[in-house]
């Protein structure tokens, strides 16, 4: 078990190297580099720029090296906790990304927790009440979650909240916590104001993992463990959560690290819609403003998320699961 | 001569179901799924709208209402105020008055005068397909305008503009499903045929793809498109960065199904016959399987249009003028927009309608694929 958990993390170094190189293509990929759209901004707001600074300004960011040293600085920078300078900000790349991460990260955690949370109990019920008006309005509940885009449903959750409850849905905190110290006031305002993000991330995931839940379970509970447990005359409630639950649990944990994907992936547009104070607003004015070191250490960031991720729930499945042998079938 | 009595007699006993060919037994199978039918009208309807939106919609896109700015969606009347009964539909005219306290422009319905809705009339020229200059509509009124989903912010019909939007975010979906296709079909092809150290190199590519976050990535690609991209040139890179990452299940699919076959009798034995490569590939192992490449391209479908429609909605893939289902739900963005005009959501239920009827198709079809089992 130990090597298998080994191979696993060596794989996943080699995966993030890889990222690595794919984050810095992505950010080169425009045409220009960012000393240019300086220029072309300062240009735009009437002041004159010539062209001996714009080349000073390369030179200063290391802008005029060939690309694959540039990468190789930049990536030896990042081993070592050095992100760079964010272009746009004129502030360490680590700092700025380092005061909107954690909660980027506390978002996606209580994602997970209430997507698995609701899922699992709603697939339970929705398993064993098989085609009763409740099983049947979760699958439809269901099916439009699954359909509706994350920021569509932000927006419609936008307008019910400025029309029905008067209040501002965006953001994470009202206008007179905003720059206040953390107290209990402002957890409880911060408490308020979350659900209204993990609900817009979480629909499709807890659709999506309530399926799966409802269908694994429907085919344990047909079992002769099932019935044979019965025979012994346990109750009703103790014969499900001890036996057939915990196997259908195999396939839903499974799914974590991919879960987490589409959380992790969810999540800036969702910042953006709502305008959290997360990542997801600084990511998206980054690439448009094409600050190339902050953009490049995002796409990493989020993709380690996810690569870290999937190790967690995979070395969770291996000790979880018994069976799980990752040898090859010849 | 009794030999051929009982052979007649064996032959009425023979069911319908094992002479069936193998369409027919995919058919009576999804026929069984209501919902999947019911998906299936839905998305006729969409092609429809998508094949004839100039005929169906009143106005062009881009034509401004100068009266109605940001009015909303018009009732279709058959009583007027009165109670008095009308046979033709008609809606009310309109005027714009100023709010009193916040002095915005306002429209407001007059109930004095009646515009009725009259059908196959003549109005703004357009082209067919880019090749039939034609001008008649389906419905508009006289000497005025009708909105029936309201306008925007710049007093452009959001019915209309929903109606080509179908047709841009319907296409998106089909070319990106065509590029996933072709991409899914080469790699799985290769990886499967040939095996060994490409099958290997393919094989890692796609677990690598498939553990990215595929929205952050989305955004960095469709960022470093150039701005001054023609709208085509724009549609077109959207569609190739959708399906660069959606490749990969098609993919496994070919592959996972080309090793399974491989050492099948059939194969064996077209072999055997002498049968090139190339055509064993086309006629014998790609047949064989189509039914589940038809329904991983279903299912994949409904992704791509949500994809576009978040990258448009962004303002990071298609823009003004080109109209989609995220270009028109981008001028919702704001909660205040929002707040006066909720109408402008309307192309959200669009969205949601089609990936629902797409979802409902692939699953009525996942079951139909093997039409064997349980029959």
């Known amino acids: 078990m130990l090597e298998l958990v080994i191979k696993r993390i060596i794989y996943t170094i080699f995966t993030l190297f890889f990222v690595s190189i794919v984050s810095f293509i992505i950010i080169q990929l425009p045409p220009g580099d960012y000393a240019d759209s300086y220029a072309a901004r300062r240009h735009t707001a009437g002041e004159i720029i010539t062209e001996e600074e714009v080349e000073s300004l390369r030179q200063r960011f290391g802008l005029d090296k060939p690309i694959y040293i540039q990468y190789t600085n930049w990536i030896w920078g990042v081993v070592r906790g050095d992100f760079g300078m964010s272009l746009e900000y004129k502030r360490p790349v680590a700092e700025v990304i380092a005061e909107r991460l954690p909660l980027t990260l506390l978002l996606a955690f209580t994602t997970l927790a209430f997507i698995y949370s609701v899922a699992l109990v709603i697939g339970i019920y929705s398993a064993v009440n098989q085609y009763s008006i409740g099983d049947h309005s979760f699958t439809v509940i269901g099916y439009i979650g699954l359909a509706t885009p994350n920021f569509l449903l932000a927006l419609i959750l936008m307008y019910i909240g400025h029309k029905w409850f008067g209040q501002s849905v965006g953001g994470l905190f009202s206008q007179e916590f905003m720059e206040a110290a953390w107290s209990w006031a402002r957890l409880k305002d911060f408490l308020s104001h979350l659900w209204v993000p993990v609900l817009v991330l979480g629909t499709a995931g807890t659709a999506f993992q309530i399926r799966t839940m409802r269908a694994v379970l429907l085919d344990e509970l047909n079992k002769m463990y099932v019935t044979a447990a019965r025979a012994t005359g346990l109750s009703e409630f103790k014969i499900l959560i001890k036996y057939p639950v915990r196997i259908a649990l195999n396939p839903i944990i499974s799914t974590l690290g991919w879960e987490l994907t589409r959380v992790i992936s969810g999540a800036p547009i969702v910042g953006v819609v709502l305008s959290l104070p997360d990542t997801g607003p600084l990511f998206l004015k980054a690439l448009l403003d094409q600050d190339i070191y902050l953009a490049g250490v995002m796409i990493l960031i989020y993709c380690a998320l996810v690569i870290i991720g999937t190790l967690v729930s995979d070395v969770l499945l291996i000790i979880l699961d018994p069976r799980i042998r990752y040898e090859k079938i010849e | ?375």
């Open chain 2, 1 to 375: 001569m009794s030999i051929i009595k009982e052979k007649t007699k064996k032959s009425k006993n023979i069911k319908r179901i094992d002479i069936a060919t193998y369409k027919q037994l995919v058919w009576w199978k999804f026929k069984r799924h209501f919902m999947a039918l019911l998906g299936l009208g839905v998305i006729a309807i969409f092609l429809i709208i998508s094949i004839f939106a100039e005929f169906l919609s009143p106005y062009t896109p881009h034509l401004r209402d100068p009266v109605y700015i940001g009015g909303p969606p018009m009732r279709i009347h058959f009583f007027d105020k009165n109670g008095k009964f009308y046979i033709r539909p008609f809606v009310y005219s309109y005027k714009t008055k100023r709010d009193p306290t916040t002095l915005r422009l306002i429209p407001s319905i007059d109930e004095n005068k009646r515009l009725p809705v009259r059908f196959f009339v003549n109005g703004a020229k357009y082209k067919l397909w880019a090749i039939f200059p034609l001008n008649i509509h389906l419905f508009d009124v006289q000497k005025g305008f009708v909105h029936l989903f309201g306008t925007d912010e710049l007093g452009r019909d959001v019915f209309s503009r929903c109606l080509y939007a179908t047709r841009s975010s319907l296409s998106v979906g089909l070319i990106g499903v065509i590029f996933t296709f072709v991409l899914g079909l080469i790699m799985g092809g290769i990886a499967g045929f040939i095996g060994g150290t490409i099958d290997n190199i393919i094989m890692r590519l796609i677990e690598f793809i498939r553990s990215l976050p595929e929205i952050p990535l989305w955004l960095g690609l469709s960022a470093s498109l150039p701005r001054d991209w023609s709208a085509l040139k724009v549609y077109f890179a959207i569609t190739i960065i959708l399906s660069l990452i959606s490749w990969t299940n098609l993919a496994r699919r070919v592959r996972s199904k080309l090793l399974a076959l491989r050492e099948e009798d059939f194969i064996i034995s077209a072999k055997l016959a002498g049968c090139s490569r190339g055509r064993i590939i086309s006629r014998h192992l790609l047949p064989s399987f189509s039914s589940y490449i038809i329904v991983d391209i279903t299912i994949s479908f409904p992704w791509m249009i949500l994809g576009e429609t978040s990258l448009s909605f962004l303002g990071l893939g298609l823009r003004e003028p080109a109209v989609s289902y995220g270009v028109l739900l981008y001028s919702a963005q704001n909660i205040l927009a929002l707040a006066h005009m909720p109408w402008l959501l309307i192309p959200g239920i669009f969205v949601v309608i089609a990936v629902i009827a797409f979802n409902f198709i692939g699953d009525g079809l996942r079951d139909a694929a093997d039409p064997y089992s349980k029959m």
